[in-house]
């Protein structure tokens, strides 16, 4: 059971970094800020405050970082291990919050970045941050789950290079905010390039126009999507802090962010409450860019007392603790004994979340900085070299993924639309499915082969269906899985697997496609239907049921 986690777990997370804070340097967010350096050309002196000591935001991130554990260890001890969710909107919402606090400090911090530095060295600065300990960390824990026997998904190039692709499988179950900063970082960078960084609040102030209207005019459930294509991604509300975040600079040195604003953060938090997650992600979006704005322009705690020192560590620690936490969950899940309570494996899991942080912080913080010498170091013409590799990655694995998951998409659209169109009673049984069918002229040819494998228990709220569907008259021909449960759609899903176990069967070697279907359902789905039913189709609109047997 344990072997499936990993890949389908929630994914859910902050964006940070971290860099030792010195008496010459304060760092939020994997940004040096040298304690002279200005955030903006055009700063007032309340900006300059806001640059030369920040230890307000580093103890913003060591919040958030604890906001997102606490939110994924009440996920996890409810899927993993049965434990009942006292308090879920409010959970969920602490998860939210603290993301949206990460990218508003993003924002903050690069919209005096971006015009501080060269373009390349400023995006050089920025992948030296994400990915070396990244993929350090995916490393290390793809050894460790493959010595105890645990599936670890997510490695391919598409979704370790985190562009915006659309749906996949990461390593470590939380990356879909990293493929949001890449991408912030990636748009920056083209706007410095065209000469646009200093008028980065005009830039920020279009984009938030542009937010507002995609509200306004997207359909629900399309506005806050965690890991949306190249096409969307600019639209998200989730990018509504970033974007905000670009105006504090310009608001704090202007003095047209007073204190009194961060009085504004607890009714729109409250406002949560009482909207779907797309408005919520807005609403927690603007809270955030408020209370980032109040602590940087404020007065800063200074490192002083063993609280204050604990808060300023776990900000420190909070890019490592993002990195490491979700796979860290699952461990904690495998290691425990099952009779152990919710309540027990949440706090375990905690703690030893954040001694990995402990553990692994210093050498994060210490790759970074001979990175960063090194990238300061470098000639303008080595930076534009290694740079031009990796955007022709990034932009490659973007419009790929993004035109895989837009082709995904209007085969789905087809399919449901062809499933509507069939009468609502049709999928009660698979007989009345197969007459439905055969009536309405819509059967596959004889030659798809399929099977509905099985329904079994994967944690103590869902289940995962598997099976598998192909022709092999027509290998390349696209088939898609809808599971229907007392008559009602249950999941629709593309094949996910190769199902190299089938390589014998009759027409199966030449195809080398993926055939088999993975789905995770809630167990209550078809818990009382003894008998579900499930229907492949294609972009033509025609339908096969599959037995339910491993051999059809």
């Known amino acids: 059971m344990l072997k499936r986690l990993a890949r389908i777990l929630p994914r859910l997370a902050p964006v940070s970094d971290a860099q030792p804070a010195s008496p ?9 800020l040298e304690a002279k350096a200005e955030i903006g050309p055009t700063l007032a002196p309340a900006g300059a405050r806001a640059a030369s000591g920040l230890s307000n935001i580093q103890i913003l991130r060591g919040l958030a970082a604890a906001m997102v554990l606490v939110h994924h260890a009440a996920i996890y001890a409810h899927l993993l291990r049965g434990a009942d969710r006292l308090l879920p909107t409010f959970e969920d919402l602490m998860g939210l919050w603290g993301v949206s606090i990460f990218f508003a400090i993003s924002g903050f911090l690069m919209a005096g970045l971006v015009v501080r530095d060269r373009p390349f060295v400023f995006l050089s600065h920025r992948i030296s941050r994400i990915f070396p300990t990244y993929l350090a960390v995916v490393a290390l824990f793809a050894a ?39 991408s912030f970082y990636v748009g920056l960078f083209l706007v410095a390039c065209i000469g646009l960084a200093r008028r980065i609040t005009a830039v920020a102030t279009l984009w938030l126009g542009l937010l507002a209207t995609a509200f306004l005019l997207l359909p629900a459930g399309s506005r806050d999507t965690n890991l949306p294509p190249l096409y969307l991604l600019p639209v998200m509300t989730a990018c ?91 461990l904690t899940a495998w290691a425990l004994p099952a009779q152990w309570t919710g309540l027990a494996y949440g706090l375990i899991a905690v703690a030893a979340s954040l001694g990995f942080a402990a553990l692994l912080g210093p050498l994060d913080l210490a790759l970074y900085r001979a990175l960063r010498r090194r990238i300061d170091a470098a000639s303008p013409a080595i930076l534009k070299r290694w740079l031009a590799v990796y955007l022709v990655l990034f932009a490659g694995c973007a419009v790929w993924g993004s035109v895989e998951t837009a082709r995904n998409d209007w085969r789905e659209s087809r399919a449901r639309a062809a499933l509507a ?10 007989r009345a499915a197969t007459d439905a069918i055969s009536n309405s002229g819509l059967a596959l040819p004889a030659s798809v082969q399929g099977a509905l494998e099985g329904i079994e228990r994967l944690s103590p709220i869902e289940d995962i269906v598997t099976a598998f569907a192909y022709d092999p008259a027509q290998p390349k021909r696209p088939l898609l899985l809808a599971l229907y449960c007392s008559g009602r759609l249950i999941r629709l899903d593309r094949p996910r697997r190769a199902r190299k176990d089938l390589a014998a069967r009759l027409g199966f070697e030449s195809s080398g496609h993926r055939i088999g279907y993975l789905m995770q359902i809630p167990t209550e789905a078809c818990g009382s239907d003894p008998t579900p039913v499930a229907v492949v189709i294609d972009t033509e609109g025609r339908m096969a049921v599959l037995a339910a047997s491993a051999n059809p």
């Open 421 to 430: 169109a069939l009468p609502p009673d049709a999928w009660i049984s698979r």
């Open 144 to 182: 460790l789950f493959a010595g105890l026997s645990l599936s670890f998904g997510g490695l391919s190039l598409v979704s370790l290079s985190l562009a915006p692709v659309g749906p996949r499988s990461y390593a470590l179950n939380v990356e879909w905010t990293l493929v949001y900063e890449t």
């Open 24 to 32: 010459a340097t304060v760092v939020c967010s994997g940004v040096v």
């Open 240 to 330: 509504v802090p970033f974007a905000g975040g670009l105006l504090l600079p310009r608001l704090i040195a202007a003095r047209r962010l007073p204190p009194a604003a961060a009085l504004l953060v607890l009714p729109l938090c409250a406002a949560c409450f009482l909207v779907e997650k797309d408005g919520a992600r807005g609403l927690g979006g603007i809270a955030a860019v408020l209370l980032v704005g109040a602590a940087a322009g404020g007065r800063q705690i200074q490192n002083e007392g063993a609280m204050s020192r604990a808060a300023l560590a776990l900000g420190d620690a909070s890019y490592v603790l993002y990195l490491v936490h979700a796979p860290v969950l699952v």
